[in-house]
């Protein structure tokens, strides 16, 4: 018996799947795929647990970014992210915290998040994001870009050492990353499947 085949094909995101019939209509979504991209990021930055002994809270919009890189792929999840970047630096206090500008410990972070999201949605482009198992790989390289980014410039920023760094501002966060990316190993692969039933 022949089932519909599902909505896998690599080269597209979840974002891509909306639609948009004139070259028009897709920018119009590509802009408000980007606006709200910023926004579900700033939102979820206000979901933000201060830890003690680091000036890097945990916050929501780690895990936000990461997901808007997956969804939105490489090009509007980087746009987006910048958008959230240079809105926050203009005096929006929207950054974890409800901080604005970039005079601030965890900044590194949100440049992190720049870079990272705009791998995850090239490899999202490349289908990682059909599959649990993937879906975690994606998430951990994600976050892993972020640290790279992050902990260095909190190093330099509160004049610590880098040894110092991890210790306040990685090591706290494993924990909730893992969890981070179980959700993610549930939740994407659950969208391309229901998709693929609509298709």
Not at 26 to 43: E, P, Q
Not at 136 to 148: F, R
Not at 155 to 170: C, E, R
């Amino acid at each position: 018996m022949a089932t519909a085949a599902p909505v896998t094909r690599t080269g597209t995101v979840l974002a891509d799947l909306l639609p948009a019939s004139t070259a028009g209509r897709a920018r119009v979504r590509d802009a408000a795929l980007i606006l709200g991209g910023a926004a579900l990021t700033g939102l979820t930055a206000q979901i933000a647990v201060p830890v003690p002994g680091s000036p890097v809270p945990v916050s929501g919009q780690t895990f936000a970014a990461l997901l808007v890189g997956t969804a939105l792929g490489a090009r509007r999840g980087f746009l987006s992210l910048a958008l959230y970047a240079v809105v926050g630096m203009a005096g929006v206090p929207w950054f974890a915290e409800a901080r604005s500008g970039a005079a601030f410990a965890s900044f590194g972070y949100v440049l992190g998040m720049m870079l990272a999201a705009t791998v995850v949605g090239a490899l999202a482009r490349r289908g990682t994001d059909r599959s649990a198992l993937r879906t975690a790989g994606t998430m951990v390289l994600g976050s892993a870009i972020i640290y790279a980014v992050g902990v260095p410039y909190l190093a330099l920023y509160a004049h610590i050492s880098l040894t110092d760094a991890v210790a306040a501002g990685l090591t706290p966060f494993l924990i909730g990353d893992a969890l981070k990316a179980a959700l993610a190993m549930g939740a994407l692969p659950a969208a391309w499947k229901l998709l693929g039933r609509r298709g």
